[in-house]
């Protein structure tokens, strides 16, 4: 049965965890068991529709296998969806599925007082099926209407605990912020429809991703010299830079840690946070469109390295200063996200999803350690409130200690350490410039030496407060899921070590394995286990060698370069920047926009208004002393004039005749006197 | 035409509701609001019929009505139907029947509540069917008359105002327009719609128009532009919608909102854009300004607000000013050296599923407005609130599905129309689409600000005191209208199967001068 | 001299005229007021009778015509001035001329 997962049917993947969410969505309040079980199930038919997916997929790697259909007419053509089925495609689904697998059910147990536990579950659902959707969608316009999904959901779920006004506000920060990338790839899907006509990756040759689109979008040039290519890459790219929390747009993620923690681990550190890697990936024929064209000022990738490489050593600086255990992890998902991009922007876009892979094993691995620490310590977050934990916790303090040491890259055992492998050789490849690989090469320290500290801070030691001192082992439903994440942390690694790169193969579609022997890169594999070694051993001889005694003692760094640790505590004041440019403009935009609604425009129309008055005004003026006051006077004079008439109006019959008389005498003299004429 | 006249039965149906609930004088208050739904529901069903009926293959009007009316003037009573009318009419029998629920507990006079509405109803359905100027007009202006009353006698505290300043300001730009069409009339001695845009699209409307001084088609076509421009409302001409759409009572803010700002809309669509081609390609250039000056500063300018109605209001200016900056950048490309043929179909057809879309999205959140109003002392200030959702889980999931299919989720309604509006503005003036975005990142700013602020944090200010569950029949305003946003998000093909031969007409015909 | 019997007619009705006038202005008692007017009017039918009779053209019967159309006038004026008279008696128990000015103005 798993054999027969073809294009057309994987839409079942996502389609599953959505009618979870629709079940859970509908479910009342009591109805825990059926929200969660239905969650639950729904994903685990959907990773095994995944495996059967991966399987299709494998048998021809190369092979884009997929299924389109008109979504709804447009003009004389329609638009149109569709799903596909690719190595990539089918990877990511594994791993959603089966990462999303393990922390639903270790929020069974996470979530298991909250009073909101069936809506809990629907979210999740929801998550996973945008995110499922996002990952087998075959239309630009499709993934992007599941991102947004994924972002509603990630929302939702940030601000879960929504009558803690920190978490609502985090919520809302993570989408806007990610709302702010999202219009570049707005406008960069509708460049790429208006200039292809499509949006379909693959199309039978007539897909964005085909030759003949991408032969027409080079092409082409626009602002600046840049290729058209260029540019909707680069507008896509901003898209990936607020979802994967890379510089500028970083300072929401580690807001988002507001959420409970199995959020924190699915979406903000194992799949969500990785889509923009995934999706550059994804649209990566796109993004390397331009490289053959010389002259021009800037390809696409070049800016991914760069923008890559200041969010790697960046998270990596910042997580230094922090003391929250979820906020160091937050940094350090920045900072490995960062190294995604950077292996995307030096052109390997199968180290940067290899790493997405064996990160998202590991990171789950240690966002779900964390929370089974917070689990276990009633809430307690505070590193230096913590201690000690390593003795009643020691499911947890092992695999957490496994999930640093493969985020670390300690070597050769853990997956952390082939996928960072692959990233530094591919940087060490980049022509363009070695940047790139020093930057890599000072996080790895940086790496090694934050979660050192965060190890040594949160399992050695005593402990430094009350909750610490009573911590229990969590129930199994959560230590379950940490040790198979673990052995996954270790044997994911052998998928893609230089010596047998079966998942670079598979990926880049061939089907036979180049292996190299280990020695061909061993002078950077060296450099590099030594700058691990550097990292662990100084974050041993700080934080490890002389615990911390009390809560409130000075941090070790703190003591040596207090300006510097607060600026990295204030995380290097981002968030102040922002309020005070991006937010005071906006404030201002808003106060200047209310204002000319009540000032200028309402203004006018009030003036025309009092102009229409006082036009009334002199109107009414005008009909009172000039219309009415004429007719009043002329009536007065003759009525005046008839009174003074009517006294010779006598009454007296002989005056009239008389009058008569006179009259007919005179008529008669001048008759005669005219002479008769 | 001897055939069945179903679209004089969908215009008077609710008018001859309006005169049975006049003259049922001893009719109990919800006798009248039963009497008031059966006949506003008459539109849904005899729209739904006419759906049904409708040849989507066909272009051009169906179930024409013609019977000569004023035969001195030249004046037809002429009614016909094409996909933008039919999803017009569609949308007023969805909006009307919701408009009535929520105001189900009017405290005073069911019964003149009724009547108006319905009248307002008729009037509109009347704008959206009726093919020649004369009549056309008749309704455009029946249909203030209603709202005014409506608004004046159930409306807030300082709905005299705004019912005058509403009712003024709309017939100060119609009169222009009536001036302009008197010019029209006397140059070409017709006002029928499909003979003029003929005629239009021949050159020989500006050329009779022209015979009486030069100036004469421009001046005409600036009358005409005025009217509509009020109505919309474009930018700047904005001013009256915040106090009115306030001031009114729910189900007449949702009514405005829902159908009558549709109104204009369709005015551009149907007299102005076929009738002046070149000269609204003239002035495109400036038009689209405005247009984005209403998605931006509206949006902004709502993010200042502090009246929930208001700031409802104002993102009603937002969007509608997205219908009408697709459909300046179609007319900026008319004639253009670029082909941009499936460019201006998509903004085209952005512009009337965004229309609907809006239409159901804005009533449903003044539908949920009004009720936390009615709930809360008539308080509706943004700071009044917090916690709501704690205290009113379901009505929170409801506006917050209102909510974002407002600000474009995909998924929900909303976002299909803006997507193809972005998408065909890009492709006629890039530059709008990449300001216009501005829009929409301010539009989730302040719509998250508004719920966050109601609905999240601890229970606070109007909300401590509770917050009774939603009743059956707010439950019937609310259930219909979020229904409607999950279907047409996830099949747009509904309504795109409608308006698509239209489009593809249109977007054929654009290489006019 | 002598007179031709047109001259003498004409005389005679200008004697006439002037009784009547004379009568009309000077009497107080309203009935011999009327009496006077007509006695004004006989003088101008005799006028037409003698210019017919004697006139340069005469011509059938229009001189008697005018005549007999002034005659049925002067009746009705005599009809409608004896009603008026009757109703001034009525209202002042006199027929003075000189005290009916109600209607000054």
Same mark, same amino acid.
């Given at each position: 049965?798993?054999?027969?997962?073809?294009?057309?049917?994987?839409?079942?993947?996502?389609?599953?965890?959505?009618?979870?969410?629709?079940?859970?969505?509908?479910?009342?309040?009591?109805?825990?068991?059926?929200?969660?079980?239905?969650?639950?199930?729904?994903?685990?038919?959907?990773?095994?529709?995944?495996?059967?997916?991966?399987?299709?997929?494998?048998?021809?790697?190369?092979?884009?296998?997929?299924?389109?259909?008109?979504?709804?007419?447009?003009?004389?053509?329609?638009?149109?969806?569709?799903?596909?089925?690719?190595?990539?495609?089918?990877?990511?689904?594994?791993?959603?599925?089966?990462?999303?697998?393990?922390?639903?059910?270790?929020?069974?147990?996470?979530?298991?007082?909250?009073?909101?536990?069936?809506?809990?579950?629907?979210?999740?659902?929801?998550?996973?099926?945008?995110?499922?959707?996002?990952?087998?969608?075959?239309?630009l316009l499709?993934l992007f209407?599941?991102w947004?999904?994924?972002?509603?959901?990630?929302?939702?779920?940030?601000?879960?605990?929504?009558?803690?006004?920190?978490?609502?506000?985090?919520?809302?920060?993570?989408?806007?912020t990610t709302r702010i990338g999202d219009l570049g790839l707005l406008l960069g899907m509708v460049w790429l429809y208006d200039a292809t006509g499509s949006l379909?990756f693959?199309?039978?040759?007539?897909g964005v991703l085909e030759t003949n689109a991408l032969g027409a979008l080079t092409a082409q040039f626009t602002i600046g010299g840049l290729a058209v290519s260029t540019a909707i890459g680069l507008l896509i790219f901003c898209g990936a830079v607020g979802k994967s929390?890379q510089f500028p747009l970083?300072?929401?993620?580690?807001?988002?840690?507001?959420?409970?923690?199995?959020?924190?681990?699915?979406?903000?550190?194992?799949?969500?946070?990785?889509?923009g890697?995934?999706l550059v990936?994804r649209v990566y024929p796109l993004m390397t469109a331009d490289l053959p064209l010389t002259g021009v000022p800037l390809h696409a990738l070049t800016v991914v390295a760069a923008i890559g490489a200041i969010t790697?050593?960046?998270?990596?600086?910042?997580?230094?200063?922090?003391?929250?255990?979820?906020?160091?992890?937050?940094?350090?998902?920045?900072?490995?996200?960062?190294?995604?991009m950077?292996?995307l922007g030096v052109g390997?876009?199968?180290?940067?999803?290899?790493?997405?892979?064996?990160?998202?094993?590991?990171?789950?691995?240690?966002?779900?350690?964390?929370?089974?620490?917070?689990?276990?310590?009633?809430?307690?977050?505070?590193?230096?409130?913590?201690?000690?934990?390593?003795?009643?916790?020691?499911?947890?303090?092992?695999?957490?200690?496994?999930?640093?040491?493969?985020?670390?890259?300690?070597?050769?055992?853990?997956?952390?350490?082939?996928?960072?492998?692959?990233?530094?050789?591919?940087?060490?490849?980049?022509?363009v410039s070695?940047?790139?690989?020093?930057?890599?090469?000072?996080?790895?320290?940086?790496?090694?030496?934050?979660?050192?500290?965060?190890?040594?801070?949160?399992?050695?030691?005593?402990?430094?407060?009350?909750?610490?001192?009573?911590?229990?082992?969590?129930?199994?439903?959560?230590?379950?899921?940490?040790?198979?994440?673990?052995?996954?942390?270790?044997?994911?690694?052998?998928?893609?070590?230089?010596?047998?790169?079966?998942?670079?193969?598979?990926?880049?579609?061939?089907?036979?394995?180049?292996?190299?022997?280990?020695?061909?890169?061993?002078?950077?594999?060296?450099?590099?286990?030594?700058?691990?070694?550097?990292?662990?051993?100084?974050?041993?001889?700080?934080?490890?060698?002389?615990?911390?005694?009390?809560?409130?003692?000075?941090?070790?760094?703190?003591?040596?370069?207090?300006?510097?640790?607060?600026?990295?505590?204030?995380?290097?004041?981002?968030?102040?920047?922002y309020?005070?440019t991006v937010?005071?403009i906006s404030?201002?935009l808003?106060?200047?926009?209310?204002?000319?609604?009540?000032?200028?425009?309402?203004?006018?129309?009030?003036?025309?208004?009092?102009?229409?008055?006082?036009?009334?005004?002199?109107?009414?003026?005008?009909?009172?002393?000039?219309?009415?006051?004429?007719?009043?006077?002329?009536?007065?004079?003759?009525?005046?004039?008839?009174?003074?008439?009517?006294?010779?109006?006598?009454?007296?019959?002989?005056?009239?005749?008389?009058?008569?008389?006179?009259?007919?005498?005179?008529?008669?003299?001048?008759?005669?006197?005219?002479?008769?004429? | 035409?001897?055939?069945?006249?179903?679209?004089?039965?969908?215009?008077?149906? *609710?008018?001859?509701?309006? &005169?049975?609930?006049? /003259?049922?004088?001893? @009719?109990? !208050?919800?006798? =009248?609001?039963? $009497?008031? %739904?059966?006949?506003?529901?008459?539109?849904?069903?005899?729209?739904?019929?006419?759906?049904?009926?409708?040849?989507?293959?066909?272009?051009?009007?169906?179930?024409?009505?013609?019977?000569?009316?004023?035969?001195?003037?030249?004046?037809?009573?002429?009614?016909?139907?094409?996909?933008?009318?039919?999803?017009?009419?569609?949308?007023?029998?969805?909006?009307? *029947?919701?408009?009535?629920? &929520?105001?189900?507990? /009017?405290?005073?006079? @069911?019964? !003149?509540?009724? =009547?108006?509405? $319905?009248? %307002?109803?008729?009037?509109?359905?009347?704008?959206?069917?009726?093919?020649?100027?004369?009549?056309?007009?008749?309704?455009?202006?029946?249909?203030?008359?209603?709202?005014?009353?409506?608004?004046?006698?159930?409306?807030?505290?300082?709905?005299?105002?705004?019912?005058?300043?509403?009712?003024?300001?709309?017939?100060?730009?119609?009169?222009?327009?009536?001036?302009?069409?008197?010019?029209?009339?006397?140059?070409?001695?017709?006002?029928?719609?499909?003979?003029?845009?003929?005629?239009?699209?021949?050159?020989?409307?500006?050329?009779?128009?022209?015979?009486?001084?030069?100036?004469?088609?421009?001046?005409?076509?600036?009358?005409?532009?005025?009217?509509?421009?009020?109505?919309?409302?474009?930018?700047?001409?904005?001013?009256?919608?915040?106090?009115?759409?306030?001031?009114?009572?729910?189900?007449?803010?949702?009514?405005?909102?829902?159908?009558?700002?549709?109104?204009?809309?369709?005015?551009?669509?149907?007299?102005?854009?076929?009738?002046?081609?070149?000269?609204?390609h003239?002035?495109s250039g400036v038009l689209l300004w405005l247009a984005l000056g209403g998605v931006v500063l509206?949006a902004f300018?709502?993010?200042?607000?502090?009246?929930?109605?208001?700031?409802?209001?104002?993102?009603?200016?937002?969007?509608?000013s997205y219908?009408l900056l697709a459909l300046f950048a179609v007319s900026a490309a008319t004639g253009g050296p670029k082909p941009a043929a499936h460019a201006a179909a998509a903004a085209?057809?952005g512009?009337?599923?965004?229309?609907?879309?809006?239409?159901?999205?804005?009533?449903?959140?003044?539908?949920?407005?009004?009720?936390?109003?009615?709930?809360?002392?008539?308080?509706?200030?943004?700071?009044?609130?917090?916690?709501?959702?704690?205290?009113?889980?379901?009505?929170?999931?409801?506006?917050?599905?209102?909510?974002?299919?407002?600000?474009?989720?995909?998924?929900?309604?909303?976002?299909?129309?803006e997507f193809l509006i972005f998408r065909g503005v890009f492709g006629l003036a890039p530059w709008a689409a990449a300001i216009a975005t501005l829009g929409l990142l301010a539009?989730?700013?302040?719509?998250?600000?508004?719920?966050?602020?109601?609905?999240?944090?601890?229970?606070?200010?109007?909300?401590?005191?509770?917050?009774?569950?939603?009743?059956?029949?707010?439950?019937?305003?609310?259930?219909?209208?979020?229904?409607?946003?999950?279907?047409?998000?996830?099949?747009?093909?509904?309504?795109?199967?409608?308006?698509?031969?239209?489009?593809?007409?249109?977007?054929?015909?654009l290489?006019?001068? | 001299?002598?007179?031709?019997?047109?001259?003498?007619?004409?005389?005679?009705?200008?004697?006439?005229?002037?009784?009547?006038?004379?009568?009309?202005?000077?009497?107080?008692?309203?009935?011999?007021?009327?009496?006077?007017?007509?006695?004004?009017?006989?003088?101008?039918?005799?006028?037409?009778?003698?210019?017919?009779?004697?006139?340069?053209?005469?011509?059938?019967?229009?001189?008697?015509?005018?005549?007999?159309?002034?005659?049925?006038?002067?009746?009705?004026?005599?009809?409608?001035?004896?009603?008026?008279?009757?109703?001034?008696?009525?209202?002042?128990?006199?027929?003075?001329?000189?005290?009916?000015?109600?209607?000054?103005?």
């Amino acid at each position: 049965m798993l054999m027969s997962v073809t294009a057309a049917h994987v839409w079942l993947i996502p389609a599953l965890p959505l009618l979870a969410a629709g079940i859970g969505a509908l479910t009342p309040r009591v109805g825990r068991r059926l929200a969660a079980g239905a969650a639950i199930v729904a994903l685990a038919v959907s990773f095994l529709l995944s495996c059967g997916a991966l399987v299709t997929a494998l048998a021809d790697p190369a092979a884009h296998l997929v299924h389109n259909f008109a979504w709804f007419d447009l003009g004389d053509s329609a638009v149109r969806l569709g799903w596909l089925l690719d190595p990539l495609t089918a990877f990511m689904c594994v791993m959603v599925t089966f990462v999303g697998l393990l922390i639903f059910i270790f929020s069974t147990g996470y979530m298991h007082e909250d009073a909101n536990f069936t809506r809990f579950f629907c979210f999740l659902s929801l998550f996973a099926a945008a995110m499922l959707g996002l990952i087998v969608a075959n239309s630009l316009l499709l993934l992007f209407i599941c991102w947004e999904l994924v972002g509603l959901a990630s929302y939702l779920l940030i601000g879960f605990w929504f009558h803690k006004p920190e978490a609502a506000a985090a919520g809302k920060k993570a989408f806007i912020t990610t709302r702010i990338g999202d219009l570049g790839l707005l406008l960069g899907m509708v460049w790429l429809y208006d200039a292809t006509g499509s949006l379909l990756f693959y199309d039978g040759g007539n897909g964005v991703l085909e030759t003949n689109a991408l032969g027409a979008l080079t092409a082409q040039f626009t602002i600046g010299g840049l290729a058209v290519s260029t540019a909707i890459g680069l507008l896509i790219f901003c898209g990936a830079v607020g979802k994967s929390g890379q510089f500028p747009l970083h300072v929401w993620l580690p807001d988002a840690m507001e959420g409970p923690t199995p959020v924190s681990a699915l979406i903000h550190a194992a799949t969500m946070v990785a889509a923009g890697v995934f999706l550059v990936a994804r649209v990566y024929p796109l993004m390397t469109a331009d490289l053959p064209l010389t002259g021009v000022p800037l390809h696409a990738l070049t800016v991914v390295a760069a923008i890559g490489a200041i969010t790697a050593l960046l998270g990596a600086v910042i997580a230094v200063g922090q003391s929250d255990i979820k906020r160091i992890l937050a940094f350090s998902t920045v900072s490995q996200l960062g190294y995604m991009m950077l292996a995307l922007g030096v052109g390997s876009w199968v180290a940067a999803i290899f790493h997405l892979l064996t990160h998202a094993f590991f990171k789950a691995l240690l966002f779900l350690g964390a929370g089974s620490v917070i689990h276990a310590a009633h809430h307690e977050q505070d590193i230096r409130r913590l201690g000690g934990l390593r003795r009643p916790l020691r499911v947890t303090f092992a695999t957490f200690a496994i999930g640093m040491m493969a985020l670390a890259g300690v070597p050769f055992l853990f997956s952390g350490f082939w996928s960072k492998e692959a990233i530094l050789h591919a940087a060490h490849g980049w022509t363009v410039s070695p940047l790139p690989l020093y930057v890599a090469l000072a996080g790895v320290v940086l790496t090694a030496f934050y979660m050192t500290r965060l190890v040594a801070e949160t399992f050695f030691g005593t402990p430094r407060s009350e909750t610490a001192e009573h911590a229990h082992e969590s129930p199994a439903t959560m230590t379950v899921p940490l040790v198979v994440l673990a052995i996954f942390a270790i044997l994911l690694g052998f998928l893609g070590t230089p010596a047998w790169p079966w998942l670079q193969a598979r990926l880049e579609g061939r089907t036979e394995i180049h292996g190299h022997s280990l020695a061909d890169g061993a002078g950077l594999m060296g450099l590099s286990i030594v700058l691990v070694a550097l990292g662990i051993g100084a974050g041993w001889a700080l934080y490890g060698r002389r615990p911390r005694a009390r809560a409130a003692a000075t941090d070790p760094i703190e003591g040596r370069a207090p300006k510097l640790f607060h600026a990295l505590r204030q995380r290097l004041g981002f968030d102040e920047l922002y309020a005070a440019t991006v937010g005071r403009i906006s404030d201002g935009l808003a106060a200047l926009a209310d204002w000319l609604d009540r000032s200028v425009w309402d203004g006018t129309i009030r003036f025309l208004a009092r102009l229409g008055v006082f036009a009334g005004v002199v109107n009414r003026e005008a009909d009172e002393d000039v219309i009415n006051g004429g007719f009043d006077a002329g009536s007065e004079g003759l009525r005046r004039g008839a009174n003074a008439y009517s006294h010779a109006q006598t009454g007296d019959a002989h005056g009239y005749l008389r009058v008569v008389a006179i009259g007919f005498v005179m008529l008669v003299l001048v008759v005669m006197l005219g002479g008769g004429r | 035409m001897t055939k069945f006249p179903l679209l004089s039965l969908l215009v008077f149906t *609710p008018c001859i509701g309006a &005169a049975v609930l006049a /003259i049922t004088r001893r @009719a109990s !208050a919800s006798v =009248a609001r039963v $009497l008031t %739904l059966l006949f506003s529901l008459s539109t849904l069903g005899l729209g739904l019929v006419a759906a049904a009926s409708f040849d989507p293959t066909r272009t051009g009007m169906q179930w024409i009505e013609q019977h000569t009316w004023i035969e001195a003037l030249n004046v037809h009573y002429r009614l016909g139907l094409d996909g933008l009318s039919l999803v017009l009419v569609l949308l007023t029998g969805v909006v009307s *029947p919701t408009a009535l629920l &929520a105001s189900w507990r /009017i405290k005073s006079s @069911a019964r !003149a509540f009724g =009547a108006l509405f $319905l009248l %307002l109803q008729s009037a509109a359905i009347g704008v959206f069917l009726a093919l020649d100027f004369f009549h056309w007009f008749v309704f455009w202006e029946l249909s203030l008359i209603p709202a005014f009353f409506l608004i004046k006698l159930w409306g807030g505290p300082a709905a005299t105002r705004a019912a005058y300043q509403f009712v003024i300001y709309t017939i100060g730009g119609s009169a222009f327009m009536l001036l302009g069409f008197a010019a029209i009339f006397a140059a070409t001695g017709t006002l029928d719609f499909i003979r003029l845009a003929q005629e239009a699209a021949d050159g020989a409307l500006a050329e009779s128009l022209a015979r009486a001084g030069g100036w004469w088609p421009t001046a005409v076509f600036l009358g005409v532009l005025l009217g509509l421009a009020v109505k919309v409302p474009l930018f700047p001409f904005h001013t009256w919608l915040p106090s009115t759409y306030a001031e009114a009572p729910t189900g007449v803010s949702m009514f405005l909102t829902g159908v009558m700002s549709k109104m204009g809309v369709y005015g551009f669509l149907r007299i102005l854009w076929p009738l002046f081609p070149a000269q609204l390609h003239a002035v495109s250039g400036v038009l689209l300004w405005l247009a984005l000056g209403g998605v931006v500063l509206g949006a902004f300018a709502a993010m200042r607000q502090t009246d929930l109605k208001r700031m409802i209001a104002y993102s009603s200016i937002n969007h509608l000013s997205y219908c009408l900056l697709a459909l300046f950048a179609v007319s900026a490309a008319t004639g253009g050296p670029k082909p941009a043929a499936h460019a201006a179909a998509a903004a085209l057809s952005g512009t009337i599923l965004q229309m609907f879309n809006h239409g159901i999205s804005a009533a449903a959140l003044f539908a949920c407005v009004g009720m936390i109003e009615s709930r809360c002392d008539g308080r509706r200030g943004l700071h009044d609130f917090g916690g709501l959702r704690t205290v009113a889980p379901v009505f929170a999931g409801l506006t917050g599905i209102a909510m974002f299919s407002s600000l474009g989720l995909p998924g929900l309604n909303g976002f299909v129309g803006e997507f193809l509006i972005f998408r065909g503005v890009f492709g006629l003036a890039p530059w709008a689409a990449a300001i216009a975005t501005l829009g929409l990142l301010a539009t989730a700013v302040f719509l998250l600000t508004f719920w966050q602020r109601v609905f999240h944090g601890p229970a606070r200010g109007a909300t401590t005191a509770g917050f009774a569950a939603l009743s059956g029949v707010e439950y019937a305003t609310l259930v219909p209208l979020v229904a409607l946003m999950f279907i047409l998000g996830i099949w747009p093909q509904l309504l795109a199967r409608l308006i698509n031969p239209l489009i593809t007409t249109w977007a054929g015909h654009l290489n006019l001068p | 001299m002598s007179l031709s019997p047109l001259q003498l007619c004409l005389l005679f009705s200008s004697a006439l005229f002037c009784v009547g006038l004379i009568g009309a202005l000077a009497r107080s008692n309203t009935i011999l007021v009327l009496l006077g007017v007509e006695l004004m009017l006989n003088a101008a039918n005799i006028n037409f009778i003698a210019f017919w009779r004697f006139g340069p053209a005469p011509s059938p019967a229009t001189g008697v015509m005018f005549v007999v159309f002034s005659i049925a006038v002067a009746a009705a004026e005599a009809a409608v001035g004896l009603a008026l008279v009757i109703a001034i008696y009525r209202h002042q128990k006199n027929i003075r001329l000189q005290e009916a000015v109600r209607l000054k103005g």
